[in-house]
């Protein structure tokens, strides 16, 4: 969605605006307890049969339960049975490739709360999550719900990557930032011709070969170990950093498209698909985003599709080109001389 919030020209569409966090805080507590899995799992079930199956008090769940309802997330049948919409059912059961919720359970650790720091961290520029990724590698269940979260992005913008790109000229692809490899193998997958490569901190290792055993694509895909910023990039014909430039600030990001950069190979291509802002103060879902790096990196934003192509065109890429990816995201596509 773009736009606008609506009704903000009255006192009552201020105040509901105003509490807009609730509606966000019932959908993110529904994930935390399981409810839409165990909803899946037994199919509706009554108000008693929750309580009991979740181990909850049993105060304020019919308003719970009647508030996902309203928001269309969960059906309530003609005998009080509680089932999960179809939406709901679709991209919030743990375990399904659809699944979407590995964002929503990162949203509920790190950003809800941080979010709640927003005023401290304008008048400071200081991020507010209280942590660093460096605590997050040394964590495998945190990190488990981090990759979890990559997961439910790149399952979403994986098919219109493979889409808007021709892959064909191309035998070697590169994602820098990769995670566990989840868009890289959806590349492969699409794309057989292609050798798959992914960087990302060595902490990823065990997840990533875990990941590619259970597709059967551990001769597709290889890992590369290490920082972006202290090593050299593996070179590929393809490189992609998505979702990885908003992290941090201008300069660096300027300091990895140069990287990238030296790591295509002739004739080959850098992609940088995110968030990215425009002159259009109305996309409120990426503003919300580039405030989302405010509150959890030392420097990252959002950044225009403009600063990608200043920063590659400085690096020495010749033909670039722009267009969206999704409903919020853009791709720059910046080629390589042969």
């Not at 170990?225 to 430039?245: K, Q, T, Y």
Request: proline share 4%; hydrophobic share 40%.
């Amino acid at each position: 969605m773009t736009g606008i919030a609506q009704d903000t020209g009255t006192p009552a569409g201020i105040i509901r605006l105003g509490n807009a966090f609730c509606d966000a805080k019932a959908l993110l507590t529904a994930v935390e307890l399981g409810l839409f899995d165990t909803l899946h799992e037994t199919g509706p079930l009554t108000e008693e049969d929750i309580r009991v199956r979740l181990t909850l008090h049993g105060r304020g769940l019919s308003d719970f339960l009647n508030l996902l309802t309203a928001l269309e997330l969960l059906v309530r049948d003609g005998e009080g049975r509680y089932g999960n919409a179809t939406g709901a059912d679709r991209y919030l059961v743990r375990g399904k490739s659809s699944y979407v919720g590995g964002f929503l359970e990162r949203s509920n650790r790190n950003l809800y709360p941080a979010w709640g720091k927003l005023g401290e961290a304008l008048r400071t520029g200081q991020q507010q999550s209280g942590s660093d990724f460096t605590a997050v590698t040394k964590n495998p269940h945190i990190l488990r719900q981090f990759i979890g979260m990559m997961d439910a992005l790149t399952q979403v913008l994986g098919p219109a990557l493979i889409e808007a790109f021709d892959w064909s000229d191309f035998t070697s692809v590169l994602d820098v930032g990769g995670a566990r490899g989840n868009l890289c193998s959806q590349i492969v997958k699409a794309q057989p011709h292609l050798a798959g490569n992914v960087l990302d901190l060595p902490e990823m290792e065990p997840f990533f070969d875990e990941h590619a055993a259970a597709l059967g694509l551990t001769d597709k895909l290889t890992f590369h170990g290490g920082s972006f910023f202290e090593r050299e990039l593996p070179n590929a014909d393809v490189v992609v950093l998505g979702h990885v430039l908003h992290d941090w600030d201008r300069e660096q990001r300027g300091h990895l498209i140069t990287k990238a950069f030296r790591a295509v190979n002739p004739g080959g291509a850098l992609i940088v698909y995110d968030r990215m802002l425009d002159e259009d103060p109305r996309h409120v879902e990426n503003l919300v985003i580039s405030l989302d790096m405010l509150l959890v990196t030392d420097g990252g934003s959002e950044y225009t599709a403009a600063e990608v192509v200043e920063h590659a065109t400085a690096a020495g890429f010749e033909s670039i080109t722009q267009e969206p990816l999704s409903d919020f995201d853009t791709i720059v596509v910046c080629r390589k001389a042969k």
